[in-house]
C-alpha cells in the first residue's frame, strides 16, 4: 500500500474552534504499529474538557495533539517486535496507553494507570483518530471482529466500551427494569447493550427532543421520557411502585443524578457514569435505608473491550446504528459542532468506504 509522507489531522485550539493542520506521516518504532483511520467518532467528553474550553486536568488534560480518542482502522505498517498484530489487522485503539506495569494497569484498566509520566491517552495526550493515519502501540490495540464495521469499532473504544463496563458493575439480568438518564451516545450505547444483556425493561430519560425522539426510533426503550420534577413518580408508575433494580446516569446532570437515585428500587444497583458537575442527595432516606450501592465507572479494561467486541458480533449488534452524521475530516469542524449542539446522535469524523457506506450517506 501505498502511504504518503504527510497527512492531515485536526486538532482543537478551544473556543469552539477546529484546525486542520499538516504532519508527517509517522513511522512505527519497536512494538507500535501505523493504522489508516477509517472511522473516528466524538465522545461528550471531547465537547466538555476540550472542544468549547481546556477544561481537562491531569488526565483529562489536552496537550494540543491531533484530537480524537475513539479511533478505529486498519493496520498499514508494523514496526519490529510485533507479538499478535500484523499489517492488514482491523483493530480498535483502546484509547489509553498506560505505562503497563502499575497495579492499575495489570489489572487491564490503562484508564486508571497512576504513572504520570507513562499514562498518554490518544486525543488527549499523545496524537489521536482525527487524522488520515495514527501511531498506536500494539499493547492498546482491540481485534475488530469482521461482523463489525470500523464505526461500530469507533465507538467501541469509548463510548460503548465504558457502557458496558457500568452494566457489568451493576450486573444486568432478565430479572431487572433498567433506567437510564441522558440518550446521548453513551445513554443510547448503555440502553442498546442492557436490552443484549437481557433487561426485562428499558426506561430512557433526557430533555432535548432530538435525543428522546432518536431513542424512540431506535426502538432502545420501553418508555422515553421528558426528565423533569415528576420523573420519579412516573418511573415509580411504570415499574408497579417500586422503581428500577438499576440505573445508570449518562448526563452529568444534578437532577438526573438524583432521579437515579431516587428512582431506584430498594437493594437497586445506581451507576454513575457522566462526568464532571454535582449532586446533593440525603444519605439516609435516599441510600441508606433502602440499602442502595451507588457505583462510579469509568472508561473500561482492554480485556472487557475485547469481550464486548466478541459479544456484540454474537449479538449481531451494529453500534453505527446510533450514528445520525458522517462528516470527511476537511468538515471535521461542522462534525464537532453539530455534536456540541446535541441535536444529533453519535457524529463521525469517516475515511474511505466509511465515509458513505451502503444506504448511509455522509452529512
Ligand atoms: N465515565 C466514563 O468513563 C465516561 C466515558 C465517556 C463519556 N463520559 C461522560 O458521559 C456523559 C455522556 O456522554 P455522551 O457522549 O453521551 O454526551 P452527551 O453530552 O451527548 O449526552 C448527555 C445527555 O444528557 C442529557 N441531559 C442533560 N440534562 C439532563 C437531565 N436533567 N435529565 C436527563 N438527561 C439530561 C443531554 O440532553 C444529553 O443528551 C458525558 O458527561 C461524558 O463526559 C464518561
Ligand atoms: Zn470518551
Ligand atoms: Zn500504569
Same mark, same amino acid.
Given at each position: 500500500m501505498d502511504i504518503p509522507r504527510k497527512m492531515k489531522g485536526a486538532v482543537l485550539p478551544g473556543n469552539s474552534a477546529v484546525v486542520i493542520r499538516e504532519y508527517d506521516v509517522p513511522e512505527p518504532g519497536h512494538g507500535e504499529v501505523l493504522i489508516r483511520i477509517k472511522s473516528s467518532t466524538i465522545?461528550?467528553?471531547?465537547?466538555?474538557?476540550?472542544?468549547?474550553?481546556?477544561?481537562?486536568?491531569?488526565p483529562e488534560g489536552y496537550r494540543g495533539v491531533i484530537a480524537g480518542h475513539e479511533p478505529c482502522g486498519q493496520i498499514v505498517r508494523a514496526g519490529p517486535g510485533m507479538r499478535r498484530f500484523k499489517e492488514g489487522d482491523r483493530v480498535i485503539?483502546?484509547?489509553?496507553?498506560?505505562?503497563?506495569?502499575?497495579?492499575?494497569?495489570?489489572?487491564?484498566?490503562?484508564?486508571?494507570?497512576?504513572?504520570?509520566?507513562?499514562?498518554?491517552a490518544y486525543g488527549w495526550q499523545r496524537d489521536g483518530g482525527m487524522?488520515?493515519?495514527?501511531?498506536?502501540?500494539?499493547?492498546?490495540?482491540?481485534?475488530?471482529?469482521?461482523?463489525?464495521?470500523?464505526?461500530?469499532? !469507533?465507538?467501541?473504544?469509548?463510548?460503548?466500551?465504558?457502557a458496558?463496563?457500568?452494566?457489568?458493575?451493576?450486573?444486568?439480568?432478565?430479572?431487572?427494569?433498567?433506567?437510564?438518564?441522558?440518550?446521548?451516545?453513551?445513554?443510547?450505547?448503555?440502553?442498546?447493550?442492557?436490552?443484549?444483556?437481557?433487561?426485562?425493561?428499558?426506561?430512557?430519560?433526557d430533555v432535548v427532543p432530538e435525543r428522546l425522539d432518536l431513542a424512540r426510533r431506535l426502538g432502545l426503550a420501553r418508555h422515553v421520557l421528558v426528565s423533569g420534577p415528576d420523573t420519579v413518580?412516573?418511573?415509580?408508575?411504570?415499574?408497579?411502585?417500586?422503581?428500577?433494580?438499576?440505573?445508570?446516569?449518562?448526563?452529568?446532570?444534578?437532577?438526573?443524578?438524583?432521579?437515579?437515585?431516587?428512582? !431506584?428500587?430498594?437493594?437497586?444497583?445506581?451507576?454513575?457514569?457522566?462526568?464532571?458537575?454535582t449532586v446533593s442527595f440525603q444519605p439516609s432516606p435516599d441510600i441508606i435505608h433502602d440499602q442502595k450501592r451507588i457505583y462510579g465507572s469509568w472508561v473500561t479494561s482492554t480485556w472487557l473491550m475485547e469481550e464486548l467486541a466478541e459479544r456484540l458480533a454474537a449479538w449481531e449488534l451494529h453500534?453505527?446504528?446510533?450514528?445520525?452524521?458522517?462528516?470527511?475530516?476537511?468538515?471535521?469542524?461542522?462534525?464537532? !459542532?453539530?455534536m456540541a449542539g446535541g441535536k444529533c446522535g453519535k457524529v463521525?469524523?469517516?475515511?474511505?468506504?466509511?465515509?458513505?457506506?451502503?444506504?448511509?450517506?455522509?452529512?
Open positions: 465522545c461528550g467528553s471531547d465537547i466538555r474538557a476540550i472542544y468549547r474550553e481546556h477544561l481537562g486536568k491531569g485503539v483502546y484509547h489509553i496507553s498506560g505505562c503497563g506495569v502499575c497495579y492499575d494497569c495489570r489489572r487491564g484498566y490503562m484508564i486508571s494507570c497512576t504513572s504520570p509520566e507513562f499514562r498518554r487524522a488520515e493515519y495514527m501511531l498506536a502501540e500494539e499493547k492498546d490495540l482491540v481485534a475488530l471482529p469482521g461482523f463489525l464495521t470500523y464505526t461500530d469499532g !469507533a465507538q467501541v473504544a469509548c463510548g460503548f466500551g465504558t458496558y463496563e457500568g452494566l457489568r458493575k451493576v450486573g444486568v439480568s432478565g430479572d431487572d427494569a433498567v433506567l437510564v438518564t441522558g440518550l446521548g451516545p453513551v445513554g443510547l450505547a448503555t440502553l442498546m447493550l442492557a436490552k443484549a444483556m437481557g433487561a426485562r425493561m428499558l426506561i430512557g430519560a413518580g412516573e418511573v415509580r408508575k411504570i415499574t408497579g411502585g417500586a422503581g428500577c433494580e438499576r440505573t445508570v446516569d449518562c448526563s452529568a446532570n444534578d437532577q438526573a443524578r438524583l432521579l437515579c437515585i431516587q428512582a !431506584a428500587r430498594r437493594w437497586g444497583r445506581i451507576c454513575f457514569i457522566g462526568e464532571g458537575g453500534p453505527d446504528a446510533l450514528v445520525t452524521h458522517r462528516f470527511p475530516l476537511g468538515r471535521a469542524g461542522d462534525a464537532y !459542532a453539530l463521525a469524523v469517516a475515511f474511505d468506504e466509511e465515509l458513505a457506506p451502503a444506504g448511509k450517506g455522509a452529512a
